[in-house]
């Protein structure tokens, strides 16, 4: 069954909108996940780490207040997109591993439409 | 930089034939590899890793094989099936500082088509 789940799936929203995105660990606790971006026929691209019970990771070129990450529990890390574009239109997806163990599993991702 | 390559955008074999999926990278401080398949809409699903002390790892049809001083990995899937097609990611990761979990670098993934 599934190990990470991601909620929602499909979004659509005006421009300007926030949109908050849900990971959870379903039957494990994990202190890092992970959010990547893939855009259309390419690769997933990592965006950030996130940490439980401090600030998050951001890789390079990857804005901190335009992608807010917050993993206030063991169980479940969000990332906002703040006032969306249509530039940010892109399927994101999280993942996160059993502590100690490999390797790591996805959540089904969300599809981020901006119009 | 790309540190993990997958030369091949697309691959299509013949039903019950070998596919082998390849794999380059660039970084010598990974240590730890996977292969993931992934359909359209969806996540990522782990189907078999290898760490940097094996050069081998086989689970059912599918076998991974490592060659570091080529820095080259492959999948290998035996007889293939349909329900193999779809988009292959080649990961690699180092030790996350903490050592509680570990960053993926992922290729640029390849379209398995398999043609019955």
């Known amino acids: 069954g599934a190990v990470v789940s991601q909620h929602p799936s499909w979004v659509i929203c005006k421009s300007g909108t926030s949109v908050k995105i849900e990971c959870r660990s379903l039957d494990f606790q994990a202190t890092t996940m992970f959010w990547y971006r893939q855009f259309p026929k390419q690769s997933l691209m990592l965006m950030a780490t996130?940490?439980?019970?401090?600030?998050?990771?951001?890789e390079q070129g990857v804005e901190k207040d335009k992608f807010l990450i917050n993993h206030a529990s063991l169980t479940l890390s969000t990332l906002t997109v703040t006032s969306a574009h249509p530039e940010d239109s892109s399927f994101y997806i999280c993942?996160?591993?059993?502590?100690?163990?490999?390797?790591?599993?996805f959540g089904d991702g969300t599809r981020l439409s901006i119009l | 930089d790309q540190q993990v390559k997958q030369n091949s955008p697309s691959l299509s074999v013949q039903e019950g034939r070998i596919s082998i999926l390849n794999c380059d990278y660039t970084?010598?401080?990974?240590?730890?590899f996977l292969w993931y398949k992934k359909y359209p809409a969806e996540g990522p699903t782990f189907l078999i890793s290898i760490s940097s002390i094996k050069d081998k790892n086989e689970d059912g049809r599918f076998t991974v094989f490592l060659n570091k001083s080529a820095k080259h990995l492959s999948l290998h899937i035996v007889p293939s099936q349909p329900g193999d097609s779809a988009v292959y990611f080649c990961?690699?990761?180092?030790?996350?500082?903490?050592?509680?979990?570990?960053?993926?670098?992922f290729g640029s993934g390849t379209q398995l088509t398999v043609l019955p």
């Open positions: 990961a690699a990761s180092t030790t996350f500082s903490s050592g509680s979990a570990r960053q993926l670098t």
């Open positions: 993942s996160a591993s059993r502590p100690l163990e490999q390797p790591q599993h």
């Open positions: 996130s940490n439980e019970g401090s600030k998050a990771t951001y």
């Open positions: 970084n010598s401080m990974f240590d730890y």
